[in-house]
């Protein structure tokens, strides 16, 4: 007989070998409650299957009820809990002894009349012998169920004839054992047994079969979890458990644990809820575990952010169940998205992980881990010893034991916790007490934080939708900018910064604060931004720019006030003014790592005094130097003074490597304390590699001008060597000087400038208002034509503010 069974099992697979195995150790305990689902289980991991569920007959045999389920929900599956036994839905062709295997177009043409799943599914549906239940399986595969999985699919079908207690049994509540009861959901009368009659303090014979006598002698808190089990409305056809505390006559209540299911009556009979209550005082912490519970609830209720939450969770795990690995993670629109690993190393966690899940935290489908989609489904702690059959992904986190956390808060689930043991691990009651009230702790307090992360987020786009979307690109720079919102509430910050090009190769770099943290004082950041940038595009000096932002301030009446640093660089000489409103000074990296703090002199913050004065100091900047600003948020903490914070920076910026100015931003805001935010922007000056030539006139308003100018004109560009073109150039000085005599008073400037074989002429005078072009010109007009001209001759033109008038210019490409 062995050498057929050997025979036989030599021309099996190596899966359907594995699936017989894993039945035969669930089979050698007979008294598990867990049997019947851990015997469905088997068909997700062994036989591919998606969702699986068994059916039974109610009493009377009209209705086939759900039993049990595991997998994905069943009403993703379009499965219901009920079928009609004469009906021709799958279940009940099954039920009348006829396999059934249905693949996307059968189920399609069915859809219609029947409720079966949608076209993406393949189904298969067998009898059970004996009693005539059904085993139904739904599967998301491709090529759905081969010949492997069909047999598997049998193996846990007779399996489950073993598993599963008879129709009467279940129903009707016959044959109570001593920790049994039996629960009508319609009139609340309850059968229960010895032991439980004991445990409430009741004598048999006193009992009067009513559910409220028993619930009245329970701890008043405890009652709405009981009445969400013990009333229809609130329960699903499934498994259900519980703890809930019994008044005693004398010293504190006693913990005892109920463990029930819903089952369907049938042929107008009540659904009764049938299950055990058992002594749960030996589960409930010890005073240690009370204390780390304590110290956990402790520093949830500081954990302000996601990650928080998954650090405290994890520190006070870890080392109370020496566990050699911990995952945490959300649940976000079906998928798990693990914020916290520990171990972090990616070698101390499975190759299926690091395979898989590519991103810089693990992420996937729920439905990829039925075995984990299930226990988040029914909201409880699942824990599998060493050998458990698991999926890969889930057996390979915790070989010797693997225990999992679901996060529950309030109606829904926000997450779960796995935790996983290398050696064989014993699960022994403490544990089990300590998962439970850490997973409940953990699940609000993950809510708490998931809405804290979303609102900060908000926070962070709104004043990122205030700040640059990108820095400029600069003529012998470069430039990098940071900001950080705090994170010690949900306020918008005030902090800003900008870079703002200007003409002549000139740069101006502007970082500034808005006193407090509100929308007040986000919308006024906005507003002195755009101010300073359209003061500085206007052609003002650095001084004048600092002085009209801060009259502006003035004039709008708030009670707020902001500090500023403007820094005017110029890129062709290596020369800065640097202008302070009551901020702080500019930080210099010299190229040799000497670093500086600038001794500028400063003004008052702006919106303070009307009248004040914004003196400029001078910076000299060599090739590779480094010019830093930051806000008070980097270099200020309740532990150290600003002082003391602007010579750290230094230091830190000593140390830096200016070559990349994307990390030295990312590793001085690595050490920023995070009570205010910050914003920090850098620039490295390194020189131009090719400065243009300049000259510049000034045009005296004198009959002979426009000649004076013209013969300037000749004389500069033949000293460049200039010699194509000269006429073209003459006669564009020639209209636009004139121009500048007759239409306007005030000075009048003539620049000159060549950069390669670009020749700009550019004439300035006091004068706001642009020229317009004439769209047309009579034969007997006498002017308008100069514009035209310069229009005609040139490659380019167009014009420019300078301080309080305008610069019109023409560029020219010359000849070789």
Not at 232 to 255: N, S, Y
């Amino acid at each position: 007989m062995a050498n057929v069974v050997s025979e036989g099992a030599a021309g099996r697979s190596t899966r359907t070998l594995r699936a017989e195995g894993a039945l035969a150790a669930i089979a050698v305990d007979p008294e598990s409650p867990e049997r019947v689902r851990r015997i469905l289980e088997q068909a997700l991991v062994f036989a591919g299957a998606a969702f699986a569920a068994v059916y039974m007959p109610s009493a009377d045999g009209e209705l086939l009820y759900l039993v049990e389920s595991v997998g994905l929900p069943r009403t993703l599956c379009g499965v219901r809990d009920g079928y009609p036994v004469a009906g021709r839905a799958p279940v009940a062709e099954a039920h009348r002894g006829r396999p059934v295997w249905l693949g996307p177009d059968d189920l399609a043409a069915q859809a219609q009349s029947r409720r079966v799943p949608s076209r993406d599914f393949f189904l298969a549906a067998l009898p059970l012998r004996g009693d005539g239940g059904c085993l139904l399986a739904v599967g998301e595969r491709a090529d759905g169920f081969d010949a492997d999985d069909r047999f598997c699919l049998g193996l846990v079908a007779d399996a489950l004839v073993l598993a599963l207690p008879s129709p009467a049994a279940t129903v009707e509540g016959a044959g109570l054992r001593p920790d049994g009861f039996s629960l009508a959901m319609d009139t609340g009368r309850v059968r229960v047994g010895e032991d439980i009659l004991e445990l409430f303090g009741l004598d048999p014979d006193d009992f009067d079969g009513r559910v409220e006598t028993l619930l009245s002698l329970t701890v008043p808190e405890d009652l709405p979890s009981l009445m969400s089990v013990v009333e229809a409305d609130h329960m699903t056809i499934g498994d259900r458990e519980l703890e809930f505390r019994v008044l005693q006559p004398t010293g504190p209540p006693k913990w005892l644990r109920l463990r029930g299911r819903l089952v369907h009556g049938g042929g107008g009979r009540p659904a009764q809820l049938v299950g055990s209550v058992a002594d749960a005082s030996t589960l409930r912490s010890d005073i240690t575990d009370v204390a780390r519970i304590q110290r956990l609830a402790a520093a949830l209720a500081t954990a302000v952010t996601v990650r928080d939450v998954g650090k405290a969770v994890v520190a006070a795990l870890r080392r109370p169940l020496r566990a050699d690995r911990i995952a945490f993670a959300e649940l976000e629109s079906e998928r798990l998205v693990v914020t916290v690993l520990d171990p972090p190393e990616p070698e101390a966690w499975p190759d299926l992980w690091r395979a898989e899940w590519r991103t810089e935290w693990p992420d996937a489908p729920v439905r990829t881990m039925p075995t984990l989609a299930t226990a988040l489904r029914e909201g409880r702690a699942r824990i599998w010893p060493a050998g458990s059959p698991l999926e890969t992904a889930l057996a390979e986190v915790g070989p010797g034991g693997l225990a999992m956390l679901p996060l529950p808060a309030g109606n829904r689930m926000a997450g779960a916790c796995l935790i996983g043991w290398d050696a064989p691990h014993d699960f022994g009651p403490d544990e089990r007490a300590l998962l439970t009230a850490a997973a409940g702790l953990a699940g609000q307090a993950l809510m708490r934080a998931r809405a804290f992360d979303a609102e900060h987020e908000l926070v962070g786009m709104l004043q990122r939708q205030l700040l640059p979307r990108r820095l400029p690109r600069l003529p012998g720079a470069v430039a990098v900018a940071r900001y950080l919102p705090s994170t010690a509430g949900l306020e918008l910050g005030g902090d800003w910064y900008d870079v703002i090009p200007l003409p002549d190769n000139h740069v101006a770099l502007v970082i500034g604060d808005v006193q407090g943290h509100s929308a007040g004082a986000a919308t006024l950041m906005g507003q002195m931004r755009t101010a300073l940038r359209a003061y500085a595009v206007e052609g003002h000096p650095p001084d004048v720019v600092v002085s009209h932002a801060n009259r502006l301030l003035m004039d709008m009446e708030t009670d707020l006030f902001a500090t500023c640093c403007y820094v005017d660089v110029d890129m062709e000489e290596g020369f800065a003014w640097c202008v302070r409103a009551g901020h702080l000074p500019p930080v210099l990296r010299h190229p040799d790592g000497r670093t500086e703090i600038a001794e500028a002199e400063g003004g008052p913050p702006l919106g303070v005094v009307r009248q004040s004065d914004f003196p400029m100091s001078p910076l000299r900047l060599q090739p590779g130097t480094m010019v830093a600003l930051t806000t008070d948020g980097l270099v200020e903490s309740p532990e150290s003074d600003i002082d003391e914070g602007m010579s750290g920076f230094a230091r830190q910026l000593s140390a830096a490597d200016p070559a990349h100015l994307g990390p030295v931003a990312d590793a001085l805001l690595g050490k920023a304390p995070r009570s205010d935010d910050v914003a920090l922007l850098l620039l490295r000056y390194d020189g131009m590699a090719s400065r243009p030539l300049r000259e510049s006139w000034t045009v005296w308003r004198v009959p002979q001008a426009v000649g004076h100018a013209r013969r300037f004109t000749r004389r500069t560009l033949r000293s460049w060597g200039v010699t194509a073109d000269i006429d073209s150039a003459l006669l564009v000085v020639s209209e636009l000087v004139t121009n500048a005599l007759v239409h306007t008073e005030g000075q009048v400037r003539l620049d000159i400038a060549l950069v390669n074989d670009r020749l700009r002429l550019g004439v300035a005078d006091a004068s706001p208002r642009t020229p317009v072009k004439p769209t047309s010109i009579g034969w007997e007009a006498t002017g308008g034509r100069g514009i035209l001209l310069v229009e005609a001759v040139s490659a380019t033109w167009g014009t420019l503010p300078v301080s309080g008038g305008k610069q019109v210019w023409a560029e020219f490409v010359l000849r070789p």
